[in-house]
């Protein structure tokens, strides 16, 4: 199994930005085969200063699978929305360690 982590802050006075790319990548990512299986806003920081106030985590069955949603042309349309609508993006396969 491999794992999406994908970590935000809205950039401010974006939503609208924000809001084009969130509806575009979900078709994008659940075709690829992803399994949504958590979104979480961040309430408070123990420790760092990444200023991170989102974050989603997807089940992917590859690490390919990922490359190619991320790859393909309807993920590249939405690139100035996702640059304009956050003022820091984190997008992380991952994998469980054992």
Known sequence: MTILLVTVTPAEGQAEAMGRYMQGVQPILLAAGGA???????????????????????????????????????????????????SNLEILITEPIE
Not at 42 to 49: I, L, M, P, Y
Request: hydrophobic share 45%; net charge negative; aromatic share 10%.
């Open 36 to 86: 949504p299986f958590k979104r979480v806003r961040v309430t408070d920081t123990v420790a760092g200063t990444a200023g991170t106030t989102m974050a989603m985590m997807m089940d992917f069955d590859t690490p390919e699978a990922i490359t190619e949603a991320f790859a393909s042309d309807a993920y590249q349309a939405l690139i100035p929305d996702r640059d304009t609508a956050f």
